[in-house]
């Protein structure tokens, strides 16, 4: 990489940039477009840095939108886009290892870069200049290092957020962390506890959903995670002796994260899906380890978790129903299926499947070519009873509480139970699920509860 090399601009940043030069002022694309660019991955979005002042950069375009004019941000709308156009800064101090308690415009771009975060992410470009590069971030993009600019200690204090963002920045992009800043991270890990939980949440979820969500033991190691996830501090802490298993807890689960596809729901489930083992762990006569009962409490935990760290109810529902049910093993039949898919709940399919098999995976190789050929019995099953549209809930019946009201049945508990009734039928024989014979059974039911 040289200072010469080429970022493909988008046309309306160019625009932008080349207004801004026009008339007399600096600009460039910032950031992580920039690092983006140079690892010859699609940026995300285009951040614009510039010596003019927010009123200066509303003065030149036609719309613009005050976005962070406290922090000297406008966004130019263009195209139905919006391009962020932040004036050189100087933050002051930060109190609260979150914000700066002032912000001063800068004079120079080099003042700007320096109070930003990482080196790869303390770049500029233009195309009149090429990369302006003040603290070797290329020569940390060829390594693969993840090192903040200047002083580590100082950038943590002043935005604690920026370790997990170092982490989360190790994963999306398969590096390591520099030594000082990893050192600095352990000594501040603390001040994490200043963050609010929104903004930890939104990093984690980065993290998992990340090319190398692995990395979160990094997050341990530094001491990060003690203070937002102590729960995955206890599993990397507790062993599994178990002939099916050849990690701690914590290990196994970071492997079946890895072994699932970059989904948010899929991969925070298979991080919280053993949440529980540590609490439930007990060692029989043998020396050998068991876990009675972590699915249902795992879920319990898990939703309490992810209320903790602020996750919409959706996803907390869908996270925790996986947790429940990851070691769910029903009969391999077709009957056993359906009813396991009536109990378990359609929407937890196909996401089920991936679930238990990164799970299996994750485990020692006892007994794995079992297991997972039992995965693909459950799953072939559930593929034939979804394909012909098999009855698995009462909505799903012939008939509805109005035709059995009509067949003379009095409205109230009674429908409920007979509808109930009448589901058990259809899921032992789909068959049955026809109006009339439905009918006729529900005339049966009627007769022996009156006889």
Not at 1 to 16: A, D, F, T
Request: charged share 30%; with cysteine; aromatic share 6%.
């Amino acid at each position: 990489m040289n200072g010469r090399m080429q970022v493909e601009l988008p046309r309306q940043v160019k625009r932008i940039i080349e207004t801004l030069e026009r008339q007399g002022f600096e600009a460039y694309a910032v950031g992580g477009c920039v690092r983006d660019s140079l690892l010859g991955r699609v940026p995300q979005d285009w951040d614009i840095t510039t010596s003019a002042t927010p009123a200066q950069v509303k003065a030149l375009f036609e719309r613009t939108v005050d976005t962070g004019i406290r922090h000297g941000t406008v966004t130019v709308l263009m195209e139905r886009a919006g391009y962020e156009v932040t004036t050189y800064r100087i933050d002051g101090e930060y109190e609260d290892a979150r914000h700066p308690k002032e912000v001063w415009f800068a004079g120079t771009l080099t003042e700007d870069l320096k109070r930003r975060d990482f080196t790869i992410n303390a770049m500029a470009y233009n195309e009149r200049c090429g990369i302006v590069d003040a603290f070797d971030g290329m020569g940390d993009l060829e390594r693969g290092v993840v090192r903040c600019v200047g002083n580590s200690e100082e950038r943590f204090a002043e935005d604690a957020l920026r370790m997990l963002r170092a982490v989360r920045f190790a994963a999306q992009l398969g590096f390591s962390v520099d030594r000082r800043t990893g050192e600095a991270m352990e000594r501040l890990s603390g001040n994490l506890a200043k963050v609010s939980a929104e903004r930890i949440q939104a990093e984690l979820v980065k993290l998992l959903t990340s090319e190398h969500p692995g990395r979160i033991r990094l997050a341990y190691e530094k001491g990060l995670t003690r203070v937002f996830l102590p729960e995955f501090d206890r599993m990397m802490e507790t062993p599994q002796n178990n002939p099916h298993h050849c990690y701690t807890v914590g290990e196994h689960t970071i492997h079946a994260v890895e072994g699932v596809p970059a989904d948010r729901v899929l991969r925070l489930a298979m991080l919280l899906h053993d949440v529980a083992k540590p609490a439930c762990r007990t060692t029989d006569e043998k020396g050998v380890d068991h876990f009675f009962g972590h699915q249902e409490l795992g879920a319990k935990q898990a939703q309490e978790i992810l209320r903790r760290l602020k996750f919409d109810n959706d996803t907390t529902e869908r996270v925790c129903r996986l947790v429940r049910w990851h070691d769910d093993n029903p009969e391999p039949t077709e009957r056993g299926i359906r009813r396991a898919i009536h109990h378990i709940g359609t929407e937890q399919y196909p996401a089920l499947f991936a679930v238990k098999r990164a799970d299996a995976m994750a485990q020692s190789g006892y007994r794995r070519g079992e297991k997972l050929a039992y995965i693909d019995a459950y799953e072939a099953q559930y593929e034939t009873i979804m394909e012909q549209k098999q009855c698995l809930s009462v909505r799903e019946l012939a008939v509805n509480g109005s035709d059995l009201i009509a067949a003379g049945m009095r409205p109230g508990r009674e429908i409920g139970v007979a509808l109930q009734r009448l589901l058990n039928e259809v899921l032992e024989d789909p068959a049955k699920n026809r109006k009339e014979q439905l009918l006729a059974l529900a005339a049966a039911f009627r007769e022996k509860n009156e006889s």
